[in-house]
């Protein structure tokens, strides 16, 4: 194998970011390099800072709830919720790092999206830096070129003006230092005067890979990338660049398999998904179609981006039509004829380049073909936010191809070169631009989505949910309507329309719907749940009850199954075993205030009754128990105070009354008990102040996933 000999010439390219060895002093040529450096590193950024301007204070939208403004642990800003965060995590993925990063934002940030959004947006701009550093160390020309295209390329808009996806921007960062490192220790190993063979250089390359990995496995093939570039650069693979690469390989399996641990059991769970199992023979043909389609398709918006969606229509592959097998042959012909031309490491030619940009591209998506399930594949089968660093791929040699033939064109081509290149880099600009416009609300996402992908299920629910919250039930029911016509299979969509059902008073489709639901979510206690708020909301206790005593036995340790249990029995009248249900919810939850407040008015109002039958030592032994836990409270006094007068017990009544007057000079009823006590005033029977009964009317919430 031919070994290259020392270092190659630095690129015109280059020399922003590459200064000549024994070049040591501030010379005018340094300080040019510098201000060239600073002028094109400033350029990228305000193009970036322009075309996000419109996210700068974006709503929150759609799995933003999940990551941050419902997720507990994330707004802990506690090393008890960084330790949950990274040792367990509950959360549908295992993205630790990504996760860590909001969990340091949020005690400056909080609920305001802003200061997200400019992280995220800023680690795009480092993105398309650090990508052009990586091009110049592989002196590869049009390096800054192929760093502007990828800031101002309309396929990254979704991953950075959507918080959630800060995944993919905390990942690229950490991905292209790793690959930086990398070539600069393969450049090491494999030069003239090696020195220390790079070994830092690897060394950091290895850990900003993991760093990539626990921020997100998209990047998860990377270690064969490195072989690939292994061929590329010297037109074979050895030994030592298996060996350099092993650790890579050994990340990226560990890592990847705990995301398809989480990807099934959590994301996934028993919901069933469009396309059959992988290894039956029409799931592998579906998914093989899914597959070649998916690359045509992610191949093409990288280079043409317009009219690009939140959420594409899914194409039907269950079971697949010949013609969805095309792309394959397409794929393996354009492969035969760059393998053809490729040339040799010492003469390489542009085939090459392309296949190894090829090679690339293909890897980054692979994991996303649809070979793996993934939880993203009930909605659609590709989205932008996958093709993020995919793109690189491709973009990478067509600027390189424009920056080499830009070099040999003669002048007046030149000129013209440059003003096509001003308009079309312009016109992509525009189109983020406008479509970062978008990312502003979930009301125009969605809107927009549904204008070019009517049968979009998603955009119908969300939309849906956000029609709801504002109190436009009927257009909710409009949404959640469709929604449910589009995934009939899918419980959150019954859910989410027996919920508006129920708000508009049809409570038998309601109950249908909810009967749906939780058949096909038998796991899901929060949808269980919705179905008993329902049946107690239209007033149906007999049924409400036994589905109730149905979820404790399944699902014994939620406390609020069993203290609306307890609610239901207690207005029924059952209260005996209604209070014992409400303890068994205070003992799991000690620290709700709920089923404690419902388990003080079922015994406030068991005492009631217990003394206005006349078991007065009954009802006394309640009165004690709730005082030691509301020593102060005025009404518990009192009609304590009533029972013990009740009860013969003169002297420990005046005290009560003694005591609640203390607290409450203006207390009518106690004072007027304390009088009877003392004899001043006519013995009569002193009152029971009255207590209000349990809620009896639950809500069932909108999931609006």
């Known amino acids: ?44 950024l305000l193009a970036v800072l322009w075309i996000y301007s419109p996210t700068y204070h974006g709503d929150w939208l759609w799995d933003d709830d999940s990551i941050l403004t419902a997720n507990l642990v994330v707004q802990s800003a506690s090393l008890e919720g960084l330790s949950s965060i990274w040792l367990g995590p509950t959360g549908a993925d295992y993205f630790p790092l990504s996760y860590t990063a909001l969990w340091a934002q949020w005690p400056f940030f909080g609920l305001n999206s802003t200061g997200y959004h400019a992280v995220t947006i800023l680690l795009h701009a480092t993105a398309a830096i650090l990508l052009w550093r990586l091009l110049l160390v592989m002196r590869i020309p049009g390096a800054w070129l192929a760093g502007l295209l990828f800031a101002i390329h309309p ?120 396309v059959a199992d992988l290894f039956t023979v029409v799931g592998f043909l579906s998914r093989t179609a899914t597959a070649g389609m998916a690359i045509l398709f992610y191949f093409w918006e990288a280079v043409f981006p317009f009219r690009l969606l939140p959420i594409y229509p899914q194409w039907q592959v269950n079971p697949p039509q010949l013609s969805q097998f095309l792309p394959w042959p397409i794929l393996v012909a354009a492969g035969c004829g760059l393998w053809s031309f490729r040339g040799t490491a010492t003469a390489p030619t542009a085939a090459r380049h392309a296949l190894f940009g090829l090679g690339f591209f293909l890897l980054m998506i692979f994991p996303i073909l649809g070979f793996i399930t993934i939880s993203y594949m009930r909605i659609t089968w590709v989205a932008d936010h996958f093709n993020y660093v995919a793109i690189i791929g491709i973009i990478v040699p067509l600027c390189a191809l424009a920056a080499a033939w830009f070099a040999a064109a003669r002048p007046p081509l030149q000129l013209t070169a440059l003003a096509a290149a001003t308009v079309l880099f312009a016109g992509l600009a525009v189109s983020s631009l406008r479509y970062a416009h978008v990312f502003v609300n979930e009301d125009a996402l969605w809107t927009y989505t549904l204008e070019s992908n009517p049968d979009a299920w998603q955009a119908h629910n969300r939309l849906g949910a956000k029609k709801g919250a504002r109190g436009d039930l009927e257009g909710a029911l409009y949404h959640f309507t469709n929604s449910t016509r589009l995934r009939p299979d899918l419980g959150e969509t019954h859910n989410n329309l027996a919920t508006t059902y129920m708000a508009l008073g049809r409570t038998d489709e309601a109950l249908e719907e909810f009967k749906v639901t939780t058949e096909l979510l038998p796991k899901v206690f929060a949808v269980q749940m919705n179905r ?13 009850e036994k589905w109730y005593r149905d979820l404790v036995e399944r699902f014994p340790q939620q406390f609020e199954a069993w203290n609306n249990l307890g609610i239901v029995q207690v207005n029924k009248g059952n209260r005996t075993e209604g209070i014992v249900a409400l303890r068994r919810a205070v003992e799991l939850a000690p620290g709700v205030e709920e089923p404690r407040r419902n388990l003080d008015s079922a015994l406030r109002t068991e005492a009631e009754a217990l003394a206005v039958a006349g078991k007065f030592t009954e009802a006394e032994v309640i009165y004690r128990e709730m005082l030691k836990i509301s020593p102060d409270d005025v009404m518990l006094l009192t009609n304590h105070g009533v029972v013990l007068y009740k009860l013969g017990r003169n002297d420990a009544a005046i005290t009560a009354f003694r005591r609640a007057l203390a607290l409450n000079p203006g207390a009518k009823e106690a004072a007027e008990s304390l009088a009877v006590a003392l004899g001043k005033a006519t013995p009569a029977p002193p009152p029971l102040e009255t207590q209000e009964p349990l809620p009896s009317t639950l809500s069932p919430a909108i999931e609006g996933r």
């Open 532 to 544: 008993g708020y329902a049946l107690t909301n239209a007033g149906r206790n007999e049924q409400a």
């Open 155 to 274: 396929v990254c808009v979704e991953s950075v003006a959507w918080v959630s996806e800060i995944k993919n921007t905390i990942s690229l960062p950490f991905f292209l230092l790793s690959a930086i490192f990398f070539v600069k220790h393969d450049e090491a190993v494999w030069g003239d005067d090696p020195e220390d063979a790079g070994v830092w250089n690897w060394l950091l390359s290895v850990g900003f890979f993991a760093l990539a990995m626990l921020a997100k496995t998209s990047v998860v093939m990377f270690p064969v990338v490195l072989l690939i570039h292994a061929w590329w650069k010297r037109g074979g693979i050895s030994k030592r660049d298996v060996v350099a690469t092993a650790p890579f390989f050994l990340v990226s399996l560990v890592l990847g398999l705990v995301t398809i641990y989480y990807q099934h059991g959590r994301a996934i769970g028993e919901e069933k998904m469009p």
């Open 1 to 44: 194998m031919q070994k290259t000999k020392g270092r190659q010439p630095a690129t015109a390219d280059s020399r922003a970011f590459s200064t000549p060895v024994d070049d040591r002093a501030w010379g005018a040529d340094r300080v040019a390099s510098v201000r060239d450096l600073l002028f094109r590193g400033g350029v990228i």
